[in-house]
């Protein structure tokens, strides 16, 4: 309140140009928040619609979509299993990978590095994360698959595989469970860690004997959100998980994802209004369910374990 | 002074960086007597507590200067291993702090790592008993511990501890934390372990250290904010009639 305000210390100040720019103001961030609302609910809608229009088209039914086994659009066969499969291999392989990989670096950085290193090394892990994700298709193309012949054999590896595109999701996603990881390891109060100490625990049992287990909420939140990281990555597994469907269990053949599929439909030439390329829509919306479950699971367990301290 | 010394503390100095935290401490503490360390705060108290188990080392920064005799070794030796030091010296703390497990895997997971082979259960129901807590707890030994309320934690605490079996328990200001019906049940406790358990206790509550312990330590910082060692005798002295004018300032009240 202005010193010179005539009114008194208790009331409003109703002048006309304050009362216009709070409104002002107000309404230019209730415009923002709306925009980010709709755009969502914009995507949301057209994917439906779209949808909508693929499996009323009489080609395909519910049910056949969710259990043939095929997925041949060029004969009308649109059976999604074969991409929801390379889909959970590809991320299954890249949690295999990134799932040890981030725990362990987290429980280091959390427990046994000193802060100076702590301050450096983390920073590069949110670097690598940053990592354009085309590189990472490149390198497994170039590097991860000539490794892997090189090991089980030219015969075994097909060009194109499932096991290299999920290895180099996996060094994709590991940063980011790394560092989320960690985050919930620092959270875990040092009075128990001291209580642990006191009992005459070595470091390794206070370790994983109590700032684990009493961060393992935050743990399984991180290890979700980086699995719906992987379901949802498109660009390594476009690169190097092939092109082409193929229901097959076997990691080192080659078998186009949900999103790789996505990405060469839509960018080729089919045109629109075909049962193509709706058909890349009906994938949209379940991938979008899928990764939308996994994020509200990792939202829920997070909530949960912010009660146990408060 | 009786001697039936456990633990011989001689020019202990305790450094955090170039801070002299603690200067020149010499104390004889007496086996399966409770000891209260009272004075001001940051007069080192706690400072001088966490050094009896090495507690200490783990904050970075620490050195330690001088000797702590326990069982004929100085603790600082470097051939000292400080997690089987601290098997024997046991730590209670200021706010309860419960693993967020089970009440009985709170008591068997110390046991465990230290290679306990008998009976877990009947560990459990004994560490329980020595605490004053198996009556309020048998019936949910599998409930979490943070359940429990404030009092009751922290009867945990000292049952987790009791299970390790050490010879000295130390506790950090250990009902500061509670009311005033909890603090009662823990002093109760405390005479009661003291049979048992030779007890050093940090304390701001000088009525509290006039109840419950056998000998009192009265620490003040000097010119430069290091603590040091200003009486120490039986604890009826110590508050009848104390020897130094500071002390008798300082339970008088004058100060602090």
């Known amino acids: 309140m202005k010193p010179g305000n005539k009114a008194g210390l208790f009331e409003k100040d109703l002048s006309k140009t304050l009362l216009i720019k709070e409104l002002l103001i107000k309404g230019l961030l209730n415009f923002f928040a709306v925009i980010s609302i709709s755009v969502t609910m914009g995507i949301v809608y057209i994917l439906s619609v779209e949808a909508f229009l693929f499996f009323s088209s009489g080609e395909v039914s519910l049910w056949e979509f969710f259990s043939s086994t095929e997925w041949q659009p060029v004969i009308n066969k649109f059976g999604i299993l074969p991409l929801l499969n390379s889909t959970l291999m590809t991320s299954l392989i890249a949690m295999l990978v990134a799932g040890p990989l981030g725990i362990f670096a987290a429980i280091y950085l959390s427990e046994y590095a000193s802060d100076n290193f702590k301050a450096r090394v983390k920073p590069i892990l949110e670097i690598l994360a940053g990592i354009p994700t085309i590189v990472y298709g490149y390198f497994a193309l170039t590097f991860i698959t000539p490794f892997l012949k090189n090991i089980f054999g030219h015969e075994v590896v097909d060009v194109y595989n499932t096991a290299a595109a999920g290895i180099a999701m996996g060094i994709l996603i590991f940063p980011m469970i790394a560092s989320m990881s960690e985050d919930a390891l620092s959270a875990v109060p040092s009075g128990l860690k001291q209580a642990a100490y006191g009992l005459g625990a070595t470091k390794l049992e206070v370790s994983t004997g109590i700032v684990v287990p009493a961060a393992v909420s935050g743990i399984m939140a991180a290890f979700i959100v980086g699995l719906s990281r992987a379901v949802g990555e498109t660009m390594i597994v476009a690169l190097a998980a092939g092109a082409g469907s193929n229901f097959t269990f076997n990691p080192f053949r080659s078998a186009e994802t949900m999103t790789g599929y996505i990405a060469r439909i839509s960018g080729g030439d089919i045109g629109y209004d075909t049962v193509d390329y709706n058909s890349i829509f009906a994938i949209g919306i379940f991938l979008f369910l899928i990764t939308l479950v996994l994020n509200i699971i990792s939202q829920k367990i997070i909530e949960r374990y912010r009660e146990i301290y408060d | ?256």
């Open chain 2, 1 to 256: 002074m009786e001697n039936n010394n456990i633990l011989n503390l001689k020019d202990l100095n305790v450094y955090y960086g170039a801070f002299r935290a603690v200067k020149d401490i010499n104390l004889n503490i007496q086996k399966n007597k409770i000891t209260a360390f009272i004075g001001p705060s940051g007069c080192g108290k706690s400072t001088v507590l966490r050094s009896i188990n090495r507690m200490n080392d783990l904050v970075e920064g620490t050195k330690t200067v001088g000797e702590i005799i326990f069982q004929d070794r100085n603790i600082y030796n470097r051939n000292v291993d400080a997690v089987s030091l601290r098997k024997q010296i046991g730590m209670v703390f200021q706010k309860p702090n419960p693993f967020p497990k089970s009440i009985s895997d709170n008591i068997t997971w110390g046991a465990k790592i230290n290679g306990y082979k008998g009976d877990m259960g009947q560990l459990v129901e004994e560490s329980l008993k020595s605490a004053a807590l198996w009556d309020e707890v048998k019936d949910k030994l599998d409930e979490n511990a943070l359940r429990l309320s404030g009092g009751q934690q922290q009867r945990l605490c000292i049952a987790r501890t009791i299970a390790v079996k050490p010879e000295i328990i130390l506790m950090d200001e250990p009902a500061s934390a509670l009311d005033p019906i909890a603090t009662l049940k823990i002093e109760d406790l405390m005479k009661t372990l003291s049979k048992d358990f030779t007890i050093i206790i940090v304390t701001h509550n000088m009525q509290q250290a006039s109840r419950i312990s056998d000998y009192t330590a009265f620490l003040m910082t000097d010119e430069n904010r290091s603590g040091h060692l200003v009486e120490y005798n039986r604890t009826s002295k110590i508050f009848i009639n104390p020897k130094n004018k500071q002390t008798e300032d300082y339970i008088s009240g004058r100060f602090g």
